[in-house]
């Protein structure tokens, strides 16, 4: 079997914690509509379990992020790398952002406008994840 490597931890623990944040807004978007029309109290309840779980998840998410990047020497990358980088970051914060204004926000405007951009956001900022990983 292939040696374990505390990089492959890292990566491993970016990836769950990823899922967790990416994959209940998924699962959220899927549901949220009928469960609005049929069972509106649960969906408060499911909204704050996925709240719960999904902060813990980011901050495992930027924490193995940075201790990637402090095992990658930035200053010898090329200029396309630390774009994809940058941009990453705007993507991150922006998802993290946008996704604060959905739960805080009470009008319809900020719950539908913070739920998307927040969900795209962290899909382009997984894209970019895979650059940085596997092209860069
Ligand atoms: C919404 C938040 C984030 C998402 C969805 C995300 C997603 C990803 C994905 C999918 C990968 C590829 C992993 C692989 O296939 O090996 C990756 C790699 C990486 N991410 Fe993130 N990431 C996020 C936040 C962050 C943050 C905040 C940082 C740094 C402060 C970061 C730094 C990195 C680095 C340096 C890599 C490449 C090296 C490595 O695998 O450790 N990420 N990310």
Not at 55 to 80: D, H, K, Q, Y
Not at 96 to 122: D, E, M, R
């Amino acid at each position: 079997m292939i040696h374990p490597t505390l990089s492959s931890l890292r990566t491993f623990l970016h990836l769950l914690a990823i899922s967790i944040w990416l994959g209940g807004q998924i699962v959220l978007a899927g549901v949220v509509p009928s469960l609005r029309r049929s069972n509106p109290d649960a969906l408060t309840n499911i909204a704050k379990g996925y709240a719960k779980i999904a902060w813990p998840a980011m901050f495992v998410i930027v924490l193995t992020g940075v201790w990637g990047l402090s095992e990658t020497n930035v200053g010898e990358r090329s200029s396309a790398y630390m774009f994809t980088l940058a941009l990453k970051m705007l993507l991150v914060a922006s998802a993290v952002t946008a996704t604060l204004i959905h739960s805080y926000g009470t009008s319809k405007l900020s719950k539908g406008l913070g739920g998307a951009i927040g969900l795209l956001a962290t899909l382009f900022a997984a894209y970019c994840g895979v650059l940085l990983a596997h092209v860069g």
